[in-house]
């Protein structure tokens, strides 16, 4: 699905560079987690994915155009926010040029959200919202599907919930996951693979290899 290939990146297009010789293969299906401590460049990997970043050196090859995003969780909308849901996902097919007639119920359907169309978008919970954000990012039928720390600010129940749709996309769809975490649990629970960055560059395990890491963690504190 992705193949990355001597990836060096600096905002500055030159040394020191915050992605130094990262080489990485994601698979067509997999559910891959990217963890590492804040400022470890995890949301600039994926903006290089996505394209809306250059490397200065190496390549980023894709298996697909067909990408739905869903970026960090912004401040909720105001209660006011003068827009309804079915009307968010009206202008996001609009902009993005999406034929399928039936995409924003189909969408909806998916993240359980089909009741809440005509709901003001800043009415709806944080957890609430981020259905409504995935579903967006589902409205073209994607193969890949990039979230950028899902669970950010969002009460545990629909935490448990938006992983329970993304893990069943993957499982159930095929669609190839990536997605940037804070969330120990939901790494462990969900990934195939986890790609853990540091110092301008990452290590590849298997969940089971990351899972025996941290607890070798926890044995020797």
């Known amino acids: 699905m992705i193949q990355i290939k001597n990836l060096c990146f600096s905002y500055e297009g030159s040394e020191p560079y915050i992605l130094d010789n990262v080489n990485l293969h994601i698979p067509e299906g997999s559910y891959f987690s990217i963890v590492g401590e804040n400022g470890s460049a995890k949301s600039t990997l994926i903006k290089l994915i996505l394209k809306l970043l250059k490397p200065v050196k190496g390549s980023i090859e894709l298996g697909t155009s067909n990408i739905g995003y869903v970026p960090q969780k912004l401040d909720s909308f105001n209660s006011q926010f003068?827009?309804?849901?079915?009307?968010?996902?009206?202008?996001?097919?609009?902009?993005?040029?999406?034929?399928?007639?039936?995409?924003?119920e189909k969408s909806l359907d998916i993240v359980s959200m089909g009741a809440y169309k005509n709901k003001l978008i800043?009415?709806?919970?944080?957890?609430?919202?981020?259905?409504?954000?995935?579903?967006?990012?589902?409205?073209?039928?994607?193969?890949?599907?990039?979230?950028?720390?899902?669970?950010?600010?969002?009460d545990l129940q629909s935490q448990k919930e938006i992983y329970s749709i993304i893990k069943k996309l993957n499982v159930e769809k095929n669609i190839t996951v990536i997605s940037v975490e804070?969330?120990?649990?939901?790494?462990?629970?969900?990934?195939?693979?986890?790609y853990e960055l540091s110092s301008g560059n990452g290590i590849l395990y298997t969940c089971k290899e990351y899972k025996n890491k941290i607890l070798n963690v926890y044995k020797e504190r």
Do not use: C, W, Y
């Open 82 to 104: 003068p827009i309804t849901v079915k009307e968010l996902l009206i202008n996001h097919k609009k902009v993005s040029k999406i034929d399928d007639a039936n995409s924003i």
């Open 122 to 154: 800043g009415s709806l919970s944080g957890g609430q919202q981020q259905k409504i954000f995935i579903g967006r990012a589902l409205m073209g039928s994607p193969k890949l599907l990039i979230l950028d720390e899902p669970s950010t600010g969002i």
């Open 182 to 194: 804070h969330n120990l649990d939901a790494v462990l629970e969900n990934s195939t693979n986890v």
